[in-house]
């Protein structure tokens, strides 16, 4: 089994000396790879999440990738109708190439409605427009020059150009549970899910493999772990592998940075052997 960590890009402990410390420790304790999330403006009493400070996910990764040299550099996830498909495409391609071919880009529709609202973007579309948006990213990477008609985003792209193109195509994982979702994630190369039950992660993994077979498509899980709860991760990761979950990314809530790189250590420890 393959093993992430999530960056301290997120609350109090964010910060570019956290993040350039976790990201070192976790190439050094043998991780496959280190991730970030976005949220990008949020409602100010809101439940969820319990934290307005997400540092950008793209540049906190290039930051990263900056300070190690063989850890992925993955997305848990980027809200993709949210941003204009060219300029990402351009960004991703960036660090794909500053990175030496290490990017995943997990993907997701979005779910704050008020989120949409402040940027402009009709909730009601999210999933038509990231569809849209995954093909004209796609579309960029690959064709120079490049012709592409949308009907969704609001683009006019007629033998033009965009470089750099990525040195190595980028995967995309698609997060959610959702039946659009899982639709979604089997066109593409891997489904990303987040704090999804054991039950539930047998059943999902069943319908991804009898329709995705082939070593290219890659089914991956987000879980929640902490300083209490992580010494008995080593049996719901055995449990996860024996369902068919091939990557799990711990994603430690711990507050303190010294408390986050203690729960990393102990996470890398219980997948040992998995």
């Given at each position: 089994m393959q093993l992430g960590i999530h960056l301290p890009h997120i609350g109090r402990k964010a910060g570019p000396g956290n993040i350039r410390r976790a990201a070192i420790r976790a190439e050094e304790l043998g991780f496959n790879d280190v991730w970030v999330s976005e949220h990008i403006i949020v409602p100010k009493d809101g439940?969820?999440?319990?934290?307005?400070?997400?540092?950008?996910?793209?540049?906190?990764?290039?930051?990263?990738?900056?300070?190690t040299s063989r850890v992925r550099l993955g997305t848990s996830v980027l809200v993709l109708p949210l941003r204009h498909p060219l300029p990402l495409a351009k960004e991703l391609a960036t660090l794909q190439n500053l990175s030496g071919g290490r990017l995943i880009l997990g993907a997701g529709v979005g779910w704050l409605e008020q989120e949409f609202d402040a940027l402009g973007?009709?909730?009601?579309?999210?999933?038509?427009?990231?569809?849209?948006?995954?093909?004209m990213m796609r579309a960029v990477w690959s064709q120079d020059p490049v012709t592409f008609d949308s009907k969704w985003i609001p683009a006019r792209i007629e033998a033009m150009r965009s470089q750099p193109q990525p040195i190595a195509p980028i995967p995309i994982w698609i997060g959610g549970s959702s039946d659009?979702?899982?639709?979604?994630?089997?066109?593409?190369?891997g489904w990303h899910g987040?704090?999804?039950?054991?039950?539930?992660?047998?059943?999902?993994?069943?319908?991804?493999?009898?329709?995705?077979?082939?070593?290219?498509?890659?089914?991956?899980?987000?879980?929640s772990c902490n300083a209490d709860n992580?010494?008995?991760?080593?049996?719901?990761?055995?449990?996860y592998s024996d369902a068919g979950v091939q990557h799990v990314m711990a994603?430690?809530?711990?507050?303190?940075?010294?408390?986050?790189?203690?729960t990393a250590e102990a996470f890398r420890r219980a997948g040992e052997g998995l």
């Open positions: 439940a969820y999440p319990p934290s307005p400070n997400f540092w950008d996910p793209v540049l906190t990764l290039t930051w990263a990738a900056a300070v973007v009709p909730f009601k579309e999210r999933g038509r427009r990231m569809d849209e948006g995954i093909a659009a979702a899982i639709k979604r994630a089997l066109r593409l190369d987040s704090r999804v039950r054991l039950d539930q992660a047998a059943e999902v993994v069943k319908r991804l493999r009898a329709a995705r077979a082939d070593k290219g498509f890659t089914i991956s899980l987000r879980v992580v010494g008995g991760m080593h049996d719901t990761l055995r449990a994603a430690p809530d711990d507050r303190d940075i010294d408390t986050y790189l203690a």
